[in-house]
């Protein structure tokens, strides 16, 4: 059972634009949430992350966005850049034990066109 | 600031040999340090993690084991290479805040296996 989703494999925006990136979970214990980026053959780098107690995190050009109601987040990327050509991941942790446990959707692959 | 390395970089090898891949963390102390596997066109998957020297916990039978022998060493290890294992492996560390705090996962440039 998938308990995080990227449901887009892939999406393509043209530079300048927004890019929204959306995740969606199942498990209502998760309450840490982050996104990756993944540039081929190198490991994921950190953006961002958000906690449950909040519904938006903004950092820079990202922002991410919690609807912990309908258990859905979003990256907003604005305005999108070539260098933003990635893979992104969605992840999130449950609190308690075992909090340090990052559960991973399966990316959405974003190409930024100039 | 924190560091992550792995070695090597990438790695061709035969179908029944062995492996060892490590991972080394500089900059923090007592870190939580995981394995991933990301295989051709798929997600993360957490092979194994690690709380502390000497304690693995593993998310997924398979071939492959992970030993802790320093606080921030990390080895991936296996007796005998399948076809199945080729992939792109990732060492990861993170320092907790709090017990009941969310975590943040630093990962490493991550080895490239192909088994043939």
């Known amino acids: 059972d998938q308990q995080v989703k990227q449901n887009s494999p892939s999406l393509s925006v043209q530079e300048g634009r927004i890019s929204i990136l959306n995740c969606d979970y199942t498990?209502?214990?998760?309450?840490?949430f982050l996104w990756y980026k993944k540039y081929p053959a190198e490991g994921p780098t950190f953006l961002i992350s958000i906690s449950s107690i909040k519904d938006k995190n903004e950092d820079g050009r990202f922002t991410v966005f919690l609807n912990k109601s309908a258990k859905h987040l979003s990256l907003h990327i604005v305005p999108s850049q070539p260098g933003d050509s990635a893979v992104y991941f969605c992840a999130a942790s449950a609190n308690g034990a075992g909090s340090y446990q990052l559960t991973f959707g399966k990316g959405t692959k974003l190409s930024v066109i100039p | 600031s924190q560091t992550i390395h792995q070695w090597p970089a990438t790695l061709v090898q035969p179908v029944g040999s062995p492996l060892s891949l490590e991972c080394t963390v500089e900059g923090t102390s007592n870190p939580n340090l995981y394995w991933y596997r990301q295989a051709a066109g798929r997600g993360l998957q957490l092979l194994f993690y690690s709380v502390g020297i000497g304690q693995i916990s593993s998310e997924v039978p398979q071939n492959l084991s992970a030993s802790r022998p320093q606080d921030r060493q990390f080895i991936l290890s296996s007796k005998k290479l399948l076809l199945s294992d080729s992939g792109f492996y990732l060492c990861?560390?993170?320092?907790?805040?709090?017990?009941?705090?969310?975590?943040?996962?630093?990962f490493g440039p991550g080895t490239r296996l192909l088994v043939l």
């Open positions: 990861a560390w993170s320092v907790g805040v709090g017990f009941y705090s969310g975590e943040t996962q630093y």
């Open positions: 498990n209502s214990m998760f309450d840490y």
